[in-house]
């Protein structure tokens, strides 16, 4: 499996920016998309953002589209996730995941996702 590791959350205020890393190490990090979710206290896990491969094709949640943005940096095996104009309701934990396959589709769905980091927390204040 791979093993990943975010960072990057906090506390910041409503409007602000936060820029999320995930880093991955153990086995190859080669051929996998990436993606985000985040969950919330009380609620399911929800998709974010995932990225291919070559890094060419991009998927967001709709709701999320045009304030977050997810890239990576292959030299540094890491996958990065800007959120802009952050609210309040953004607050979550937000996690890394690899497919579990190198076959990815743009699925959205966490149990189609076999590798996941600890979590960071944002919290996003009014």
């Known amino acids: 499996q791979v093993q990943l590791k975010e960072s990057g959350g906090g506390l910041v205020q409503a409007g602000g920016s936060l820029r999320l890393s995930c880093a991955a190490s153990?086995?190859?990090?080669?051929?996998?998309?990436m993606g985000w979710f985040r969950q919330a206290p009380g609620k399911e896990r929800e998709f974010v953002a995932a990225?291919?491969?070559?890094?060419?094709?991009?998927y967001y949640a709709d709701s999320l589209k045009g304030r977050f943005t997810i890239s990576r940096d292959h030299g540094k095996g890491t996958v990065y996730l800007q959120m802009n104009a952050l609210k309040p309701e953004d607050t979550a934990l937000y996690y890394c995941?690899?497919?579990?396959?190198?076959?990815?589709?743009?699925?959205?769905?966490?149990?189609?996702?076999?590798?996941w980091g600890q979590g960071t927390q944002v919290t996003v204040s009014s």
């Open positions: 995941a690899a497919p579990r396959s190198t076959v990815y589709r743009g699925s959205n769905y966490p149990q189609d996702f076999g590798s």
């Open positions: 153990g086995r190859t990090f080669n051929g996998y998309a």
């Open positions: 990225i291919s491969w070559t890094g060419g094709t991009t």
